[in-house]
């Protein structure tokens, strides 16, 4: 019987050798995305001190989203987050796909916040 690894587990061995070469510091911080089935979020992370500077997810009341696991709502949440990120001084990230393939909701997020001022 071929025994077969689930996807998530190979996600996460994936995102530890991600994290093994990405860090945000305090002048870098780090743009770290999760994808689930209802929802994405993304948070700007601090990795010195280990704290959240900024978050969006598709659950944010402001966004008014009713579908928060298409593209459109990836996009949103890209938006918001690079917003967000303008706000607190925050111009120039590290990108952290988290191990899922750079495509669809996550390739979204990424260009989203690229578009509207983001670095990296």
Known sequence: MIKKE?????????HSRIREKVNGT??????DVYRSNTGIYAQIIDDETKTTLVSASSL??????KN???VEAAKAVGKSIAEKAKKAK???????RGGYLYHGRVAALADAARENGLKY
């Open 6 to 14: 689930s996807r998530n587990s190979m996600r996460l061995a994936r």
């Open 90 to 96: 925050i111009t120039e990230v590290v990108f952290d």
């Open 68 to 70: 928060g696991s298409n």
């Open 60 to 65: 944010d009341k402001d966004l008014k989203l």
């Open 26 to 31: 305090k002048d870098l911080p780090r743009l």
